[in-house]
């Protein structure tokens, strides 16, 4: 199903569509403030799974995000985060960063990585967190990448549904997306270390 949403105004029924799908293990795609991603509730094994095999991945080797609605969500998953790192969270978020923590023991086992860490997201798009929010889980975020060398992330949500139609449950029409992926940091040890520079400004944080 392609689900047109206006990004700025998401309707209360449209999005209550994608959470049916994501509460009954679907499989969806969706905007966010960089690029389209891939994503499931991440309770359901069986969609990670698929995630997984969509991207062509060994689930136990996916460093696979999490979505989140906003800070409150991140201890139930986390270990206690330093005051210095939520206080840079708190000043980055919602926006294009993705923060590496320690994970707790509430992290589904199928998403555990040697590391004991996760990635946390918290974009600034109402889509998504209006899509977290009516979940009250997390969902998986996973970028969709474009087979062209040049063009790393498809961006047309016309083009994602022909090359994706088949293999996901909704895909999302929120216009066109962004081609720049979230800025990650790595804040699991005592000094914070950018893992990718992307569209979030490390600087704007410090």
Do not use: W
């Amino acid at each position: 199903m392609l689900l047109k949403i206006h990004p700025d105004n998401p309707s209360e029924r449209q999005i209550k569509t994608v959470v049916e799908c994501l509460a009954k293990g679907g499989v969806i795609i969706y905007p966010t403030d960089t690029v389209y991603g891939l994503g499931c509730d991440i309770t359901k094994p069986k969609a990670i799974e698929r995630i997984a095999q969509i991207r062509g991945i060994k689930v136990e080797k996916a460093n696979f995000s999490f979505i989140c609605h906003d800070l409150s969500h991140l201890s139930d998953f986390t270990r206690p985060i330093p005051n210095p790192v939520f206080k840079m969270m708190k000043k980055a978020l919602p926006g294009p960063f993705t923060f590496i923590l320690q994970a707790n023991s509430n992290v589904p086992n199928i998403m555990q990585n040697k590391k004991k860490t996760i990635g946390i997201r918290v974009p600034d798009h109402k889509i998504a967190n209006s899509i977290v929010l009516m979940l009250g889980n997390p969902i998986i975020s996973t970028s969709i990448h474009d087979e062209d060398d040049i063009i790393e992330y498809t961006t047309d949500p016309e083009l994602i549904y022909e090359k994706y139609h088949k293999i996901v449950d909704i895909v999302i029409d929120a216009g066109p997306g962004g081609n720049i992926p979230s800025t990650i940091l790595d804040c699991t040890t005592d000094e914070v270390i950018t893992v990718r520079e992307g569209k979030g400004d490390v600087d704007s944080i410090l």
